[in-house]
Structure formats: structure tokens, C-alpha cells
């Protein structure tokens, strides 16, 4: 494990492999880290190809620094951002899961020229108003009053700060259409009972760009952890990287950063 310590001193926790030309990088979901299962078969899939690949904690999770409730998606697309500026190399493709999904849309947006293709495993951009909505009426009040609170869902209790939910709110992506002309996937499964099966058509919605794929996994759960749905992730890299040697999407010159 490797660390990358950033402007304002925080460690943000890595793990890589180094291989040539295209790089993935996996983003986990809220509350996770970068230990699942999921992004470890997309770095046993890197390292049979001999691709470049890192997964890392955002601050508050896993290894990195910090704790959960310190941070917002503002600060967790920062970290994204300093992997991509700093410790990734080249072309990439971004694999996000769940609320890296969310953090792979603000990504792609930031560093067009960086992000050559993605993928969203039961992706979950602009959650903060369903998320507030989700909480009880004491989590609302303790919000107001005390601006954090509690939160239990699923058998998972962590704590929600009020600035967590005006982040969210500042960093939607699908308030306007979002232009990406690259190859997309997004791999949904039906049995999601966190992120409703209408947010990936959401996306198709306003995604400008022809090359965007859906596919829906009829017994898979929010989790997309078993061996199909393994599978289904490591045929949709293959898929996006075959289709950017076969359009030359790999090499093109840097734009200039804008954030």
C-alpha cells in the first residue's frame, strides 16, 4: 500500500499496478472501500492484461485520512482528481461504483481529455436529496439543530453532516446535459434496492454521446459481487478497451485542468 499525501497534508491510500499504455482506476462506493470484490477482480483483470490500474480510499474511508463525517463529495472528487493529476499516468478508464459513479461523472467532466471510457457499476449521481429524504424526522432535526446526525441503513450506522447535503446539492451532474462522447457502460442489476433501476436511464437521458450502453442484470442486487456479475464487469472493460484501440481514442493531446 502507498500513500499520496496532498495540499492539505491528508493521506489518501492507494494501491497500484503498473503495466503500459491504458490505465484503470476503481472508485468506491459511499462507506466503502477499495477492498471489495469488485475492485479486485478489475485488478485481477488489469494485471492479466498488463494494464495500469489503481484503486485508493477517499479521505474518511478505509486507510485514507480522516473521518467519514469530515468529509463531502466535493472533497471526495478532489481525491479522484489528485490520483488522476498525480499518481495515474496517461489514458484511463473509469470504474465507479455506486457513489463513484457519481465521483467518475465529476472526473470525467473535470479531465476530459484523461478519461477515455467508463464504467458505472450501479452508478448513483446527485443522491443527496433521495439520501435526505431517506432520513427520519429526528435525522432531520438533529441535522437543523445540531448539523450532523446519526444515520442506520441497511445494518450500516455512520453520520451525516449537514454540509455533506449542500456539497451534494453544489456538485449534480445531471442538472444540465452531460456531455461525454465516449464509450459508456452502466451495469445495473434489477434486485437494487438502494438505486432504483430508472437512474441509469436517467443518465442514457442526458448524456450527450451516442456510445452509451445499459445493462441490466435481472438477479443481481446493489452489491453486482457475484460471478456473474464479476464476469459481466470484466466483459465491459474488455469491451470499452477493444472499442479505444479501434478508434484511436487513446492518444490525444492534454487539456488544460480546470479545477
Known amino acids: 500500500m502507498s500513500f499520496y499525501k496532498n495540499k492539505q497534508n491528508h493521506k489518501i491510500a492507494y494501491k497500484s499496478l503498473k503495466g503500459r499504455g491504458l490505465g484503470i482506476i476503481f472508485i468506491h462506493g459511499l462507506n466503502s472501500d477499495m477492498n471489495g470484490a469488485k475492485a479486485l477482480t478489475v485488478e485481477r483483470y488489469a494485471r492479466k492484461n498488463k494494464l495500469n490500474f489503481i484503486r485508493f480510499d477517499c479521505r474518511g474511508h478505509g486507510k485514507s485520512h480522516g473521518k467519514f463525517e469530515e468529509f463531502t463529495i466535493s472533497d471526495w472528487r478532489k481525491d479522484l482528481l489528485d490520483i488522476i493529476d498525480n499518481v495515474a499516468k496517461g489514458p ?10 457519481w465521483l467518475m461523472m465529476l472526473a470525467a467532466k473535470a479531465r476530459p481529455q484523461r478519461i477515455k471510457g467508463m464504467i458505472g457499476l450501479a452508478a448513483a449521481p446527485d443522491f443527496g436529496k ?28 455512520y453520520y451525516l453532516s449537514k454540509k455533506f447535503f ?3 446539492e453544489k456538485n449534480k451532474v445531471l442538472k444540465k446535459p452531460f456531455r461525454f462522447t465516449k464509450p459508456l457502460v452502466l ?4 434486485k437494487d434496492n438502494v438505486v432504483k433501476e430508472d437512474v441509469p436511464r436517467k443518465i442514457l437521458k442526458k448524456v450527450i454521446g451516442k456510445n452509451v450502453s445499459i445493462i441490466f442484470l435481472k438477479e443481481s442486487d446493489h452489491s453486482l459481487s457475484t460471478e456473474t456479475d464479476l464476469r459481466m464487469i470484466n466483459q465491459s472493460i474488455e469491451f470499452i478497451k477493444n472499442l479505444i484501440y479501434k478508434t484511436c481514442l487513446l492518444y490525444t493531446s492534454p487539456s488544460p485542468r480546470d479545477s
Do not use: P, R, W
Open 92 to 101: 484511463q478508464i473509469l470504474i465507479g461504483s455506486s457513489m463513484g459513479g
Open 130 to 157: 433521495d439520501l435526505y429524504n431517506a432520513l427520519n424526522k429526528k435525522n432531520k432535526k438533529e441535522i437543523m439543530a445540531k448539523g450532523i446526525t446519526k444515520y442506520t441503513s441497511y445494518g450500516f450506522s
Open 166 to 168: 449542500i456539497e451534494a
Open 187 to 190: 451495469i445495473h442489476g434489477l
